[in-house]
T-cell receptor
């Protein structure tokens, strides 16, 4: 079946530190991959996406590269800010599918 | 433009009562989705509507759950005879077919 595995949190970093949140997936075919972010008290927001192998999604300083060979879509940011504190969800959408399959979410806490 | 809206934002109900949750998708979006976010199960797909096609109900956890979408726009998720395990945040999303999903702020349901 289709599934997404994310690193467990919480991840606690100091401001300006480098961030990596690991995400691996299992899927039939070649899914589209997404990172969603949920800020405290708010709904899910699409952060970035990639639809085919070697695509790099980027937004707000965050990046993730679709790696088919390792079935991974790790989220990275070079210098985090306190305002990046949120829950991050990795998700996949299988080809011609309609339902997102989410990972468990990773809590990120950034301290000033 | 206006995003996905949901009402109510919070709902507290007694076990055994019926509840209705409402979703207003982004204007022009043909696809509408319901997901559930709970501590134990993470983010789970519930149901998907696309245009005039029969909905994909494969994620509904029991026959106490139903949903309808009137006029291809507003959707209502109904939970009959609520149980404590139904307590969760219910998220609605909409999209153009085949494109990324945009989420509403959710309805937090608490069954006492």
């Amino acid at each position: 079946g289709n599934s997404v595995t994310q690193m467990e949190g919480p991840v606690t970093l100091s401001e300006e530190a480098f961030l990596t949140i690991n995400c691996t997936y299992t899927a039939t075919g070649y899914p589209s991959l997404f990172w969603y972010v949920q800020y405290p008290g708010e709904g899910l927001q699409l952060l970035l996406k990639a639809t085919k192998a070697d695509d790099k999604g980027s937004n707000k300083g965050f990046e993730a590269t679709y790696r088919k060979e390792t079935t991974s879509f790790h989220l990275e940011k070079g210098s985090v800010q306190v305002s990046d504190s949120a829950v991050y969800f990795c998700a996949l959408l299988r080809p011609h599918g309609n339902k997102l399959v989410f990972g468990a979410g990773t809590i990120l806490r950034v301290k000033s | 433009g206006a995003g996905v809206s949901q009402s109510p934002s919070n709902k507290v109900t007694e076990k055994g009562k019926d509840v209705e949750l409402r979703c207003d998708p982004i204007s022009g979006h043909t696809a509408l989705y319901w997901y559930r976010q709970s501590l134990g199960q993470g983010l789970e797909f519930l149901i998907y509507f696309q245009g005039n096609s029969a909905p994909d109900k494969s994620g509904l956890p029991s026959d106490r759950f139903s949903a309808e979408r009137t006029g291809g726009s507003v959707s209502t998720l109904t939970i009959q005879r609520t149980q404590q395990e139904d307590s969760a945040v219910y998220l609605c999303a909409s999209s153009l077919e085949g494109f990324e999903q945009y989420f509403g702020p959710g309805t937090r349901l608490t069954v006492t």
